[in-house]
């Protein structure tokens, strides 16, 4: 049962005013976890909020993991308040996370807002060969930047207001590098979490330069299992002679990394 | 609390009857909670459990309804996963071959469309191997009548249920909606109409607004409310059900924890289920047969059925 | 969040009409869980209701059930006060002068266990200096049909609905039940015996059961759930109701927060009413005006009477 | 609105493995509070549990007030996690406490468990007049007994498995005290909380020595104020004329103090 455990609040630290890092030590033990799994995390002892809530794996730490978290309701509000010693279950590491690349991929990752979160660990794996393009709404929610400059090859940073680096998203940065590049786009494996606007926009460039990448979805999940259905997001149908053009995969299963060219926007 | 030592030696005795099936404790899960099983076989010993109910099936696979499916409330949580299924078929060829392993039997929930679907699913259910009892769900909507839904109209569901108790042999659970002014009567059609025992209850009818878009919180507008919220509910209609019918009753609605299932058997179930608390803890089901177990060597309850319908007495 | 600033002037207008009731919001009190407005009147303002709802009365005073009448559950409560109520003429000599102070309309909410019954509370109550509008509580027991409750049966609503309209030219509202199959046929029945405006939802029938002493833990045994819990079934409801019926809707059932107020109007109520959270925090109804306002502002609406049913557009 | 204010956890310390003493600290105006006055406290943000709960007032402080609770379900367990900073919000002074005595009155005081909380600020108001007879399930559960003797004329201790001092109940300690002074027991006034079959007790014996006695009663509340009709409780009917020998009346409104007399067992 490794991939249902408690977990001790090692530190639970606010980045700015309302993102936290969250350090958990294993209590039980627990399965080696993937870039771009994630994890069902309980917030409360009640029944109010009931669901556990769903964060990406952030960071493999010597004593267990590191989620970080944007508090956004009810439930990371009460995660925030939680202290040093608490005892929380976890459920995970769930879902496929991202794949693995060939020797020769130049990889280059679109992270949007808390969307970092997700491919952090993916940064990591790729020690220093990695094109990071990272974007948030404003300076101050743009994290981890001196970890990040030492893990990517390029950082380009970048924010909605230009109150920090340049002013613009990821999908702009993302389409000025395929310009500047075009010739030599064939290696290159695009790898994105944000929010589904800038993935549906990123999208559409790396489809217009072929260029392959995998997206991670969010959805509403109730399991994080596959038990529930709930959790479903339209993927193209490879099902011959089916006359829909699509089925609902689970993100919390099948997904949340799908292949960006199967997903029906 | 302090365990009373019994002075002789207690056994306590967990199983129980539900018509014809013998289920070595009455603690099942609650269909479309609990998948096909193998997505919780990691978390427990699928052979600790009394019985395994899998996600309703239909004869033809069914999509299902768009997201978002999923909204949480106060206590609860709204779904409306639209009774998405891989089809009677694949479930037979790719799924039971997996639960036939376990020494569990396997309740298999369905539904059609009309009379004649429920009909068919059942005629193509009957006889299988593996499968030990069906749950019909009517609480889905009726092509024939508008998609009212099936289980809200008492002519409609002696029809349905009538013609599914003709095609098989194997126990039938009818499992009731509780969207209905007078439950007791909705159990006595059943129970007439040939029901071996009764499952309630299946989700109230609700629906979240987000005020930001102004737009209902699912895609699909209404969605089905579950888990602690609507347990008062269900104790209420088991308790009602309970006066009313002879037949087993197999209670769930927002059962947490062994004494949430204790207050069901109370109230009148003779097995219960486990539901949305799947989703909150995987390991809720067997958690709970240990805690019926703690509980009966405790009280010296020597069997668990004469716990059921207790709160009826004095 | 950050405060939009409008660049002309917006005065949010929170003025809406229920009927010929005019109120300066749309925030009411539910009925039996504000007393008669003096208990309240140390933590707020009277004068910033819309309205005040007061405990049900009936002819003569009740005694209402045996204790305990109150249980917990998960996000709600069950009560079975029974109706204790001090009778109709006590209301108008010891309560009604101290409302009659405030500059906010007194909605009288009663019932009867006969026809007859409502119609003389109906009588009594009309003409009333102090007395501004009528709520009829559907949702109790009918001592003619066996006790069965006026508020389940369409021909028994009709029938006592019928016979308080002909007593009042008082605004009327008719207070339905929600344990009903279909609600919106219920509504369509009030609306056509004559009633100006609807209010829902009463609490559903629920039940809790004491596993130590394996009896319920109500004295009366079954009792009404509210709170937040029942909120998805009431969202539910009026959304229904509204799309059946044209007069005006009182939402109600688990409004704990400004939030929670607006996604009833959005669902389709032209008011609200705060019940249960009056226990939780006595300012709660106050606090759900100014919020109402401060959502108005940032999100530039200046009537809140264009959002009722907003979630209905598209 | 000095009736419903916010107050800072000041400490929350157990007293043994399920009692604890609250100290809290209003940051608003508070009135002031009455011997068997009780309030509701909130013992947690989300719906879950819903309610607050009532505990008595057990010692005005210089700083706000202080409650003494026992762990007994799921709020009392939110409450003894909750730590030294948490604001809560409550509701009080409630109901009537307990009558103010004449001069010459010998104030017999009887505490059943965790009855003391409601009757010691009444003892600390009778400072050294009053005979206090306080029992126990066991001896780790008699708390204060420093404070106590100091505050009383004299201390009766008892518990039911004889663990600390004499081995019964209050009521059998009432009982002696009544049978050893038989004579004048004109002025004696008996004042009690405790548990619903020790008052019916302590009731007959009063009764049968025509004693004067109030006692504090429970029940299941959601307003506290008066206004639900929940927490009523068989109170014998003055009302002339009425068939039925008693009335419903709020153990939050017209209690939870009453006159031993009247009340309905
Ligand atoms: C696979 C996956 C990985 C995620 N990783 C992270 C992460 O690393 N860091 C982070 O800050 N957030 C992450 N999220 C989003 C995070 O789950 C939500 O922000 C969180 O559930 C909000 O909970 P709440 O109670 O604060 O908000 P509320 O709005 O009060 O939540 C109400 C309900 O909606 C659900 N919900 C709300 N927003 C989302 C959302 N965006 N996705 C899914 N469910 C949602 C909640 O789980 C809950 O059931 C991830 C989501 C998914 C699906
Ligand atoms: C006027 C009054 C004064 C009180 N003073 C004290 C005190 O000083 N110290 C103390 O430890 N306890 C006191 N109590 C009892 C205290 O209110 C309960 O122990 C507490 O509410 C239990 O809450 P819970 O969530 O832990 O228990 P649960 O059993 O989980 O509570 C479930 C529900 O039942 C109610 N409930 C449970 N037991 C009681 C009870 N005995 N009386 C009233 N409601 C109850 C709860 O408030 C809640 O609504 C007092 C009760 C009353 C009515
Ligand atoms: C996500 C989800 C899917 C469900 N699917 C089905 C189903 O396919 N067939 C059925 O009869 N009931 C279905 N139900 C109802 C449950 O079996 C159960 O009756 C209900 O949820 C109440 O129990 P609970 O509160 O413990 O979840 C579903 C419930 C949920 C939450
Ligand atoms: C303690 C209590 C007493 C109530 N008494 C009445 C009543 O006398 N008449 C009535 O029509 N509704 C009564 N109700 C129902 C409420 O007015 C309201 O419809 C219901 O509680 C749902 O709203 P809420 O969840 O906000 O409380 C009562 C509810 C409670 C909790
Ligand atoms: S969250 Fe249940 S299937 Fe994905
Ligand atoms: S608790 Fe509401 S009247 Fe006493």
Redesign the interface.
């Known amino acids: 049962m490794s991939r249902y455990f408690r977990a001790e609040i090692s530190a639970n630290i606010p980045l700015n005013d309302n993102h936290n890092l969250l350090s958990l030590t294993n209590l039980d033990p627990m399965d080696e976890p993937e870039p771009g799994q994630f994890y069902m995390v309980e917030v409360n002892q009640g029944y109010d909020p009931l669901l556990k809530r769903a964060f990406s794996l952030f960071r493999r730490t010597a004593e267990g993991i590191q989620i970080l978290y944007r508090i956004q309701g009810k439930g990371t509000a009460i995660l925030r308040n939680l202290k040093e010693g608490a005892v929380i279950r976890i459920l995970g590491p769930l879902g496929n996370g991202y794949p693995a690349a060939p020797e020769e991929a130049i990889p280059v990752i679109l992270a949007g807002g808390i969307g970092i979160a997700s491919v952090f660990p993916l940064i990591e794996r790729f020690a220093g060969k990695a094109y990071v393009l990272y974007g948030a709404r404003t300076g101050g929610d743009l994290f981890m930047i001196d970890e990040l400059r030492g893990l990517s090859k390029e950082l380009h940073l970048c924010t909605d207001d230009g109150s920090c680096s340049e002013k613009g998203n990821v999908v702009g940065l993302l389409h000025s590098l395929c310009a500047s590049r075009s010739s030599c786009l064939d290696h290159v494996k695009v790898y994105a979490c944000g929010p589904k606007v800038m993935l549906r926009e990123a999208a559409k460039v790396v489809s217009s330069n072929c260029i392959k990448a995998w997206f991670s979805l969010e959805e509403h999940m109730a399991c994080g299992i596959g038990a529930c259905l709930g959790c479903v997001t339209k993927i193209k149908s490879a099902r011959p002679g089916e006359e829909q053009a699509f089925e609902y995969q689970r993100v919390c299963k099948e997904g949340p990394v799908f292949d960006a060219e199967d997903i029906v926007w | 609390m302090q365990r009373i030592s019994s002075g002789r030696d207690m056994t306590p005795n967990l199983e129980v009857t539900i018509g014809s099936l013998r289920l070595k404790n009455p603690v099942m899960t609650a269909s ?4 096909y099983g193998e ?2 076989a ?2 427990m010993d699928l052979n600790a459990l009394g019985a395994i109910v899998v ?1 309703g099936l239909s004869l033809k696979p069914k ?2 309804n ?14 409306s ?1 639209g009774l ?1 299924n891989i089809g009677i078929e694949r479930f037979i060829h790719d799924k039971l071959p997996f639960l036939r392993r376990f020494d569990t039997p396997v309740v298999v929930n369905f539904f059609g469309d009309s009379v004649d679907e429920y009909a068919a699913a059942t005629a193509r259910l009957d006889g299988i191997d593996g499968i030990h009892a069906l749950e019909m769900n009517i609480s889905c909507p009726n092509k024939q009548a508008g998609w009212a839904v099936f289980g ?1 109209d008492p002519k409609v569901t002696c029809e349905v249920v009538g013609a599914v108790r003709k095609r098989t042999s194997l126990p039938l659970i009818v499992k009731l909606s509780p ?4 439950i007791a009567l909705m159990a006595r059609v059943a129970e007439d109409s040939g029901a071996d025992a009764l499952s309630l209850i299946n989700t ?6 987000d ?1 930001r878009t ?3 919180k699912l895609a699909n ?3 089905g ?1 579950s ?7 269900a ?2 209609m088991i ?1 009602d059900v309970f006066r009313a019918v002879k037949i087993p009753i197999i209670g769930m609605g ?1 059962i ?1 924890n062994a ?1 949430d299932a ?2 069901f058997m ?2 009148g179930a003779s097995a219960v289920a486990v539901g ?1 608390a ?6 809720t089901a067997v958690e709970v047969v240990a805690g019926l177990a703690t ?1 009966m060597e405790r009280e010296q309850v020597k069997e668990i059925r004469s ?1 059921t319908g ?2 009826h ?2």
């Open positions: 479309g909670t609990f998948g997505e919780y990691e978390f996600k999509e299902g768009p997201p978002p499916r999923i909204v949480e409330t106060a206590s609860g949580m709204l779904n996963i998405q809200t969207n209905v002014t007078d109230l009818t609700g629906m979240a607004i005020i102004r737009r209902p507008i209404r969605g409310l888990g602690p919220a609507i347990k008062p509910v104790i209420r308790y927002g947490m004494g204790l207050e109370m109230a949305t799947n989703f909150i803890n995987p390991r509980f716990l207790a709160a007495a004095g």
